[in-house]
């Protein structure tokens, strides 16, 4: 199974200014069909998580573009340019390379 | 809106059954793959099962083969979870969430609890 790595485990931010996950897997998440599977999911208090960002990189329907994804391989990360209070729950980066697909532990993103 | 509903959670005794739906609202569910996802309470996320559009392949966590059986109902655009021989450890949030081959988990449904409790 591939093992997904987050930190940090908390991340206590100020309102307006940047925050920053780290997601590592196991293996490289690298499909034979070109594509990396990585994605990260936001989920706010109370509520089911919510698809952020697919493919690494692509913000999905709806997602502000103060969330952005970057990385390669086995390592990545996610970045919150300016954090609102909407942003405040845990953060999950997933794979879907391969079966069983498996999840990061979560960062927990809270306002300081 | 494009949404998916659960819906069956409720609480049951150890080693009891218990089946779980998810149906799809504004999107045609047959043409998609689906899963299920859990979260145990103040936990993480677990993938526990697939379902390709066609009803085959199928995939399970080692967590839940033997026990649990995905399947669906593409007339009834719907998605079930049959679960048998419960645990306690198996007491969650269950979820379905849709999948497309570049897309995973792009709609995911609000959950549906289940109890395993004596």
């Known amino acids: 199974d591939i093992v997904m790595t987050q930190a940090p485990l908390s991340s206590p931010v100020t309102l307006g200014q940047p925050a920053s996950i780290s997601c590592r897997s196991s293996q490289s998440l690298v499909h034979s069909d070109g594509n990396t599977y990585l994605s990260w999911l936001q989920q706010r208090p109370g509520q089911p998580p919510r698809l952020l960002i697919y493919?690494?990189?692509n913000r999905f329907s709806g997602v502000p573009d103060r969330f952005s994804g970057s990385g390669a391989g086995t390592d990545f990360t996610l970045k919150i340019s300016r954090v609102e209070p909407e942003d405040v729950g845990v953060y999950y980066c997933?794979?879907?390379?391969?079966?069983?697909?498996?999840f990061g532990g979560g960062t927990k993103v809270e306002i300081k | 809106e494009v949404q998916l509903v659960e819906s069956g959670g409720g609480l049951v005794q150890p080693g009891g059954s218990l089946r779980v739906s998810c149906e799809g609202s504004e999107f045609t569910l047959s043409i998609y793959s689906m899963n299920w996802v859990r979260q145990a309470p103040g936990k993480g996320l677990e993938w526990i099962s697939y379902?390709?559009?066609?009803?085959?392949?199928?995939y399970y966590a080692d967590s839940v083969k033997g026990r649990f059986t995905i399947s669906r109902d593409n007339a009834k655009n719907s998605l079930y979870l049959q679960m048998n021989s419960l645990r306690v450890e198996d007491t969650a949030i269950y979820y379905c969430?849709?999948?497309?081959?570049?897309?995973?988990?792009?709609?995911w449904g609000q959950g549906t609890m289940v109890t395993v409790s004596s």
């Open positions: 969430a849709r999948q497309t081959s570049q897309r995973p988990f792009d709609i």
């Open positions: 997933m794979q879907a390379k391969q079966f069983p697909i498996t």
């Open positions: 493919k690494i990189s």
């Open positions: 379902i390709a559009s066609s009803g085959t392949p199928i």
